[in-house]
């Protein structure tokens, strides 16, 4: 890095892993096998593309910074079944992706993210349905918790519930500040995100099932039938009846609801104004 001048850009999230015994359980236990094709998002200098590289049939990378393109060249020179794409991932049409690069094979995702855009990628992967079988993330240790908190626990929030919604997601092992380069001031954990061939549950609207999940948890401490009236501007009244024809007390809080309760009651809301 210091031969190409290179210097770590912290907007970018640049956390760099250092630990070799790291990526070579990303790209196994993400799945990267001779008939997948992996995508990779955010290369650094490539130590996770050149093990996925060695396992997976093809693997398109995704990088951001173009200072790196020319590190890359040299350190990923004797692979022929990587592309290195120059681009903003969040600019990127990763459909059109895989299209181009892998028809006929199943699809896998592997990243060490950028933290600054870890749930904007999550998010934007699960909901335009991306065709793969699993997303396998390093994320921070928090973020780790929270998407992979299961409904009605403690640490539950609206991206667990969301994330829940698309797929199954596990976390698959604890990876300290030490493993990279420069050391974050936070742990991490790899979590995986096998995604499902239909969504966990099947609301009327699911708009609307996504805007009373995220309406519940707005505001942590009040009661679903608080949060709700606001954030959906309708009177406490028709929340209360919603509930009650759910058989959810509406002084429960969103953490408290399963996955089936938010549809019931996004059903019943829904149903109620429609
Ligand atoms: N995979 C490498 C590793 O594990 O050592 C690098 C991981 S580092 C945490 C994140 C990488 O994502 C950096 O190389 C950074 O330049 C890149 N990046 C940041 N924002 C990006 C974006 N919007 N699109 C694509 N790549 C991005």
Do not use: W
């Not at 210091?2 to 912290?10: C, L, N, Q, V």
């Not at 350190?75 to 895989?98: G, M, P, R």
């Amino acid at each position: 890095m210091s031969r190409h001048g290179f210097t770590f850009s912290k907007a970018l999230g640049q956390n760099f892993i250092v630990n070799p015994g790291i990526c070579p359980k990303i790209a196994e236990m993400g799945g990267a096998n001779e008939n997948t094709g992996a995508i990779e998002i955010g290369t650094g200098v490539g130590v996770l593309t050149a093990e996925l590289a060695k396992r997976a049939k093809k693997v398109v990378a995704i990088e951001l910074d173009s200072r790196l393109i020319p590190v890359l060249e040299e350190t990923l020179s004797e692979f022929s079944n990587i592309t290195i794409i120059n681009q903003d991932v969040l600019k990127t049409d990763l459909h059109a992706v895989i299209a181009e690069y892998f028809a006929g094979m199943d699809v896998v995702v592997c990243a060490n993210l950028p933290y600054y855009i870890t749930s904007p990628i999550l998010m934007n992967l699960l909901e335009s349905r991306l065709p793969v079988k699993s997303i396998t993330v390093m994320v921070q240790k928090e973020a780790a918790a929270r998407i992979c908190a299961m409904p009605a626990t403690r640490e539950v929030g609206a991206v667990s519930i969301a994330v829940r919604y698309y797929s199954e997601p596990k976390i698959l092992f604890p990876v300290s500040r030490g493993s990279f380069m420069p050391a974050p001031d936070v742990d991490s954990c790899v979590i995986k995100l096998d995604v499902l061939d239909t969504p966990a549950v099947n609301p009327i609207d699911e708009k609307f099932f996504f805007k009373v999940v995220r309406g519940a948890f707005s505001q942590r401490r009040k009661n679903i039938l608080n949060c709700l009236s606001s954030s959906l501007s309708l009177s406490k009244q028709q929340i209360q009846s919603a509930c009650e024809n759910c058989g959810i007390p509406s002084n429960a809080r969103a953490e408290q609801l399963t996955m089936e309760q938010f549809k019931s009651l996004s059903d019943e809301i829904f149903k109620s104004i429609n």
